[in-house]
């Protein structure tokens, strides 16, 4: 299934007399292949893809530029990436094709940028392929991470079109760093002399070797090597050598004159070329490859990790092995995709349910907030962040989502509370201010797992908190007293209206100004400790822990009872207090009058009346509604140098400010399911399918891909309204798999089995779906006649009818695949306006 290609008005394509003409497509879904074709290099911001094998990564531009890192961005930085000069899009994967007539270009048009007459960039879960075509010359460069080599694989394939054989020069070239990026920013001008370029001849391969001493895992620094599986004319080590001087990657004297230079140097600018010759008979296809990787311990056993490179570059020269790899990365991305996957009236809504959520859903998974072409790398994984970023991987992976929960835990301290960023892959300290929630978001996950797999033994795991120093390990505990003690914490920081302390800060980053003497309540902490003891009952009672189940209960009964009391404006939920007490997000305010979050918390933790609940989201709808968007609070708050003490730097409509954000965009669509609202539901989750808020835009004002999350759209306060900002590692994937997935399709993991609630829109009848539970592979038919009221009041388990809307393990626990039907309420039945969340309900 492919869309029909998005025309772009006075396309911008400059690369060629033969496309220039206007109204070309800009990209292409081709949805049978889950990949995105771009045939516009000319973007105004790199729209990157994700490469990796779980330890070495890449990100790569439709133009060619990316960085390589191996393990951590920060200490384990291969190749350079200019961020900060944003929109350039460089340096990155670099090939030149240089024909017999000396004639220089590139497939994926940059670096050379030579007007090329056919050129496509294709992304795809895990491969990125350029395809450039100049004169009778056609040349493919595909780059994915083999999954059993820590290698960066360049396939290439020249094709000649013409009528006689021609000869070739191929050129790759990157750009390396100093791996440790934050000191190579402070102090590379030292560093700098402290590492060896060189040719190694008995593996063939460009070598480089960064050796500073002071190393924070000096034992790993890798051998970085760049080899082909052709024999190699030239090689160069040395920047300054194979660029030239005054010049750039554009045009280097190393190409033009048709040899790197053979340039090694022991300090200074390094970078990796290889140059190797290819004759194409006439109508003919060569292959051949690029490798660039790493053979980690090269310091501390130098001769080993020699061995280790000639023995891995064998294994990469063997015909059929290239192959094989990519094929087992086809098969890393199948099985994950294979986890959930639909067909929906919604050719939009499906393609961004079943492809491209799940891939951004990875790539938070794997870099939390850290790195991409605007995020620096340096900021390790965010402890809330991983928190709900595994809440899209436990149903696709969760022994991948069980081994970061146990990791989180380990950052938890016995107090109860937790880091706010930990570093998994560096030596270096979390950071340790203290949230309000950041140890709420644990019994999500735990919860998440547990209705899931149906194991509950997870929460008698035992595994260490951390211990006071931040560093060392904690006494050990269960699982389920690690989550007691999160919720015991929440206990005892309570404030002068019984809600919560905000601390620090609560998910919203800044919203601690508003606490700084350590008064400060949030009104979204109480609904979320709300949410979590209602799951944390349900667990206890699973558990068989009578006690806890209790003593939440009082809790909960309390915190409800202090919200209702205290935090009703009269059309919303207030905000939080500040310090002073006074009220936070209310009509009595000059700005931030109303703010998202607490009107959705309400709905996902059942906190006030229905009624409540329901004009709460139309003070949204009314208030902070757009047409591309919720935004986050109403109006912004004035900024510096209007105000003194600004509520935050960002300028109005922007970031925390009244931008639209994303992610909480997200509960907005949940909160609209719970409610029974389908019109408001899907309105709201269309407005941030990247392409379609592309479309709402256009290009030029949206700039970024329209295949990824962002975390922010500028808001209609600000000139810039509709730019989307910092793609990718955004919290807004993992929950926008779960408002797509378990409320908007409704299939939603209980504790006592698969619940299906699905938000049908009226103007729907069917959509089928297919989900892995437990084994036992769904097929799920959910029909329904148009505009009927009615809910799930039976399922159809391959023919057989069983009461209820949950499905109970044990009626597939025999099987390998199933068929589920949904019966529903008899016509003309109301369906309850509103659903309840999951933890509400008991069987
Ligand atoms: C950013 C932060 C995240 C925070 C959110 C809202 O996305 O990474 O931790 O919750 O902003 O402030």
Redesign the pocket.
């Known amino acids: 299934m492919t869309n029909s290609p998005i025309p772009r008005a006075g396309s911008l394509l400059q690369f060629g007399n033969e496309t220039k003409a206007a109204g070309l497509p800009s990209y292409q879904f081709n949805d049978s292949s889950r990949s995105i074709s771009i045939f516009d290099p000319d973007l105004p911001a790199p729209w990157i893809n994700y490469l990796s094998n779980g330890s070495l990564h890449a990100f790569v531009s439709h133009t060619g530029g990316g960085c390589l890192w191996w393990r951590s961005p920060i200490n384990f930085r291969i190749t350079r990436y200019r961020g900060w000069t944003h929109p350039t899009d460089g340096p990155g994967f670099y090939l030149y094709v240089r024909g017999e007539d000396g004639a220089v270009w590139s497939p994926a048009f940059k670096p050379c940028e030579t007007p090329i007459s056919q050129w496509e960039a294709r992304h795809a879960p895990g491969v990125t392929t350029f395809s450039g075509r100049h004169g009778e010359i056609e040349v493919t460069q595909e780059l994915f991470i083999a999954p059993d080599c820590e290698t960066l694989v360049w396939n290439v394939a020249v094709t000649n079109h013409g009528s006689r054989e021609t000869s070739l020069d191929l050129f790759g070239y990157t750009e390396l760093g100093l791996l440790e990026y934050p000191l190579e920013s402070s102090w590379g001008y030292y560093v700098r002399h402290q590492f060896k370029t060189w040719f190694d001849e008995p593996s063939q391969a460009q070598l480089y070797l960064f050796h500073h001493e002071s190393h924070p895992r000096l034992s790993e620094v890798p051998l970085v090597y760049f080899a082909s599986d052709r024999e190699v004319v030239s090689y160069g080590g040395d920047r300054q050598g194979f660029l030239g001087h005054g010049r750039t990657e554009r045009n280097p004297i190393g190409v033009e004159r048709g040899h790197c230079g053979n340039g090694s140097i022991w300090g200074g600018d390094p970078c990796a070329a290889v140059q190797v010759k290819v004759a194409v008979g006439a109508g003919k296809t060569e292959r051949l490859a690029f490798f660039q990787g790493v053979i980690p311990g090269a310091i501390a056993n130098f001769t080993e990790s020699k061995e280790k490179l000639c023995a891995e570059l064998t294994r990469l020269r063997t015909p059929g092995f290239v192959a094989e790899q990519r094929a087992r990365l086809d098969d890393w991305w199948s099985e994950q995709f294979g986890g959930f996957d639909c067909k929906l009236p919604d050719l939009d809504c499906q393609r961004q349910i079943r492809t491209w959520t799940p891939i951004n859903c990875v790539q938070t998974g794997r870099y939390s907030?850290s790195f991409s072409q605007f995020a620096s790398g340096l900021r390790g994984f965010?402890f809330?962040?991983t928190a709900q970023d595994m809440l899209a991987i436990v149903s696709r992976r969760p022994d991948w989502a069980r081994a970061e929960f146990l990791r989180l835990l380990n950052h938890q301290f016995a107090d109860g509370h937790a880091v706010h960023t930990y570093y998994p892959e560096d030596k270096q300290d979390p950071a340790r201010t203290v949230h309000s929630d950041d140890h709420l978001w644990l019994p999500l996950l735990a919860y998440s797992l547990v209705a899931e797999t149906g194991e509950l033994d997870l929460l008698s795991t035992r595994t260490h908190f951390l211990g006071e120093d931040g560093k060392s390990k904690g006494a050990e505990a269960t699982v389920w007293e690690h989550l007691l003690a999160a919720l015991e914490f929440t206990h005892t920081h309570l404030g002068v209206h019984d809600i919560p302390l905000t601390l620090h800060?609560d998910?919203?980053?800044?919203i601690g100004r508003f606490a700084r003497e350590g008064k400060g309540e949030s009104v979204m902490v109480a609904q979320q400790y709300i949410f979590v003891l209602r799951q944390m009952i349900e667990l206890a009672r699973a558990y068989g822990d009578e006690k806890a189940s209790t003593l939440l209960s009082g809790r909960m009964d309390a915190q409800l009872r202090a919200v209702t009391a205290h935090c009703w404006d009269g059309d919303w939920w207030m905000r939080g207090f500040n310090d002073d007490a006074s009220p936070l997000g209310s009509k009595t305010c000059d700005h931030g009058r109303i703010w998202l979050n607490s009107q959705t918390w309400s709905v996902l933790a059942d906190c006030g009346t229905k009624d409540q609940q329901v004009a709460a989201m139309d003070s949204v709808a009314a208030i902070l509604g757009t047409e591309r968007g919720i935004k986050k609070l109403h109006p912004s708050f004035p900024t510096f140098p209007e105000v003194a003490d600004a509520f935050s730097g960002y300028s109005l409509g922007s970031g925390?400010n009244g931008a639209i954000?994303c992610?909480?965009n997200a509960w907005a669509v949940i909160a609209e399911c719970l409610l029974g609202r389908p019109e408001h539901a899907w309105k709201y989750f269309r407005q941030l399918v990247p392409h379609l808020a592309l479309q709402e835009s256009g290009v030029e004002r949206y700039q970024c891909e329209p295949y990824a999350y962002a975390?922010s759209i500028i808001g209609p306060e600000n000139p810039r309204f509709g730019l989307a900002t910092l793609t990718h590692v955004?919290?807004t994937a993992a929950w926008m798999d779960i408002a797509g997935t378990q409320y908007l399709l409704g299939i939603r993991p209980v504790l006592d089995g698969l619940k299906f609630a699905p938000c049908f829109p009226p103007e729907w009848s069917s959509f089928t779906a297919n989900r892995l539970y437990r084994g036992c592979r769904l097929d799920i038919v959910a029909s329904k006649p148009a505009g009927h009221a009615g809910a799930v009041c039976a399922l159809l388990v391959d023919g057989e009818r069983h009461s209820g809307d949950t499905l109970l393990p044990k009626w597939v626990a025999e099987k390998k695949a199933a068929r589920i039907e949904l019966v529903w309420e008899p016509s003309g039945v109301e369906a309850s306006p509103c659903q309840l969340p999951v933890t509400r309900e008991r069987r």
């Open positions: 907030r965010g809330r962040d800060s998910w919203n980053d800044c925390e954000f992610h909480a975390s955004t919290g």
